[in-house]
């Protein structure tokens, strides 16, 4: 059974940094693409950056180009998003996913793993 765990999220201020982390156990990390999505209070889910199996090709929706950055370690099986000068529009619970090639460019399918989330807080 694949499991997917996030971690790294909490409280920072406008400007500050954070760094969170995506584990997977189960199954072979590297056959999978894997994604960043977030979902804030009273909106839709949102794409934010998807990495390919080897890591080589990403790629990132616009609100986030250039302050995020995407990362996998397949031989610790984890995948990173290094998150820079943040907003309070950044605030939102932040979900991993893995899953087919095509979460790469954020197509997600029925059979993708999802994990349970972390809270990303951005005071102003």
């Known amino acids: 059974q694949v499991q997917v765990v996030e971690s790294g999220g909490g409280l920072v201020q406008t400007g500050g940094s954070l760094r969170l982390s995506c584990a997977i156990s189960g199954r072979t990390f590297s056959s999978f693409a894997m994604a960043w999505f977030r979902q804030a209070p009273g909106k839709e889910r949102e794409f934010l950056v998807g990495i390919n199996r080897s890591g080589d090709t990403t790629y990132y929706a616009d609100p986030v180009k250039g302050r995020f950055t995407v990362s996998r370690d397949n031989a610790k099986n984890t995948m990173y998003l290094q998150m820079d000068s943040l907003k309070p529009e950044d605030t939102a619970v932040y979900y991993c996913?893995?899953?087919?090639?095509?979460?790469?460019?954020?197509?997600?399918?029925?059979?993708?793993?999802w994990g349970q989330g972390t809270q990303v807080t951005v005071s102003s």
């Open positions: 996913v893995a899953g087919s090639g095509r979460l790469t460019i954020g197509t997600t399918t029925s059979t993708d793993y």
